[in-house]
């Protein structure tokens, strides 16, 4: 049976209470007509997780596989066309479900949700085998190693939406500065500005992160551009701003359309996702994948952090 990696319960108060990882057997499920089941290469984690494990995130679940993120090889497949021309290839999935292509945001709101955790999409690909919809897969890109491939979905999605839907300025020329340059959607924010021609400058508390930065594109100077709500529940808007025509835009994940917009650029552009750390071993290595979550809550990584699940064919062991 394969396995997986969920929380277990334990007493405590929202923001105090730690959950620990468990590792469980999942049962052996068919895919149905529609529906493609693959084997994981790798998994990667977001800030999600780390507020799962705190009991911060809604809807926390107790025996559903952790993480939004990763990467495969289609092993089987329902018995439709669409869903057989999978079959071995590599793939990245969508890490949110239940958002077509509406620019404005989900057509149904309630019915949007990220993979990994909650009851609202029991699926999470912390595990051996995920079997899900073969429309909610995109091919890996060739130039992509697996665990680069499960750093990309969700922080490539948000950026992609941030910079490109919403902002309107990932476009040659137009200057840019990114806050708080390290964190997945950040870095991938970078990447897809400099890929674009966008002159992009980022800040940092850690002059570390700041010289990263400068070797992937970053420059001094530029335009403010903010998102994300890791920082803060609450974010300050002054009388100030209004009367500088500061335009503020929320955004957050993306549709399925954005999702295949992104995967597409990264593939033509051979843009690689920032891996800070990838730990080996698979999901046995429970300390190591621990360890992720420290590195998270440290905030010390510069990109993301990764776990192998499982070898690709041709892959060295070394």
Request: glycine share 12%; charged share 20%.
């Given at each position: 049976?394969?396995?997986?990696?969920?929380?277990?319960?334990?007493?405590?108060?929202?923001?105090?209470?730690?959950?620990?990882?468990e590792?469980?057997?999942?049962?052996?499920?068919?895919?149905?007509?529609?529906?493609?089941?693959?084997?994981?290469?790798?998994?990667?984690?977001?800030?999600?997780d780390?507020?799962?494990?705190?009991?911060?995130?809604?809807?926390v679940?107790?025996?559903?596989?952790?993480?939004?993120?990763?990467a495969?090889?289609?092993?089987?497949?329902?018995?439709?066309?669409?869903?057989?021309?999978?079959?071995?290839?590599?793939?990245?999935?969508?890490?949110?479900?239940?958002?077509?292509?509406?620019?404005?945001?989900p057509?149904?709101?309630?019915?949007?949700?990220?993979?990994g955790?909650?009851?609202?999409?029991?699926?999470?690909?912390?595990?051996?085998?995920?079997?899900?919809?073969?429309?909610?897969?995109?091919?890996?890109?060739?130039?992509?190693?697996?665990?680069?491939?499960?750093?990309?979905?969700?922080?490539?999605?948000?950026?992609?939406?941030?910079?490109?839907?919403?902002?309107?300025?990932?476009?040659?020329?137009?200057?840019?500065?990114?806050?708080?340059?390290?964190?997945?959607?950040?870095?991938?924010?970078?990447?897809?500005?400099?890929?674009?021609?966008?002159?992009?400058?980022?800040?940092?508390?850690?002059?570390?992160?700041?010289?990263?930065?400068?070797?992937?594109?970053?420059?001094?100077?530029?335009?403010?551009?903010?998102?994300?709500?890791?920082?803060?529940?609450?974010?300050?808007?002054?009388?100030?701003?209004?009367?500088?025509?500061?335009?503020?835009?929320?955004?957050?994940?993306?549709?399925?359309?954005?999702?295949?917009?992104?995967?597409?650029?990264?593939s033509?552009?051979?843009?690689?996702?920032?891996?800070?750390?990838?730990?080996?071993?698979?999901?046995?290595?429970?300390?190591?994948?621990d360890?992720?979550?420290?590195?998270?809550?440290?905030?010390?990584?510069?990109?993301?952090?990764?776990?192998?699940i499982?070898?690709?064919?041709?892959?060295?062991?070394?």
């Amino acid at each position: 049976m394969p396995s997986a990696i969920t929380i277990r319960k334990v007493n405590g108060t929202p923001g105090q209470v730690w959950y620990p990882l468990e590792q469980v057997k999942q049962p052996n499920v068919q895919p149905r007509e529609n529906q493609v089941s693959i084997r994981m290469t790798a998994a990667a984690l977001n800030h999600r997780d780390l507020f799962l494990r705190q009991h911060l995130y809604p809807g926390v679940t107790f025996g559903i596989p952790l993480l939004a993120d990763g990467a495969g090889v289609v092993v089987s497949s329902g018995s439709s066309p669409a869903a057989k021309t999978w079959l071995n290839k590599r793939v990245i999935l969508n890490p949110g479900s239940g958002w077509k292509d509406d620019p404005e945001g989900p057509e149904d709101p309630k019915g949007y949700a990220y993979l990994g955790g909650t009851k609202m999409n029991p699926v999470g690909t912390l595990t051996d085998v995920v079997t899900i919809d073969a429309s909610e897969l995109e091919e890996t890109p060739k130039h992509l190693s697996s665990a680069e491939a499960a750093a990309l979905p969700l922080t490539g999605l948000t950026a992609w939406r941030a910079t490109v839907t919403k902002s309107g300025n990932c476009k040659p020329g137009r200057s840019i500065l990114i806050t708080g340059i390290g964190g997945g959607v950040a870095l991938m924010a970078l990447l897809f500005m400099t890929a674009a021609g966008a002159n992009v400058f980022v800040t940092s508390s850690s002059e570390e992160k700041i010289e990263k930065a400068k070797k992937l594109g970053a420059v001094p100077g530029g335009t403010i551009v903010s998102y994300g709500m890791t920082i803060s529940p609450e974010m300050p808007f002054s009388m100030s701003a209004v009367l500088q025509n500061i335009d503020l835009r929320g955004s957050t994940g993306g549709s399925r359309k954005e999702f295949a917009d992104m995967v597409n650029f990264v593939s033509n552009k051979m843009i690689r996702p920032i891996v800070s750390r990838t730990v080996t071993g698979g999901l046995d290595n429970m300390e190591g994948i621990d360890s992720l979550f420290e590195d998270m809550k440290s905030g010390s990584q510069f990109g993301k952090l990764v776990i192998e699940i499982a070898k690709e064919a041709g892959e060295s062991n070394l």
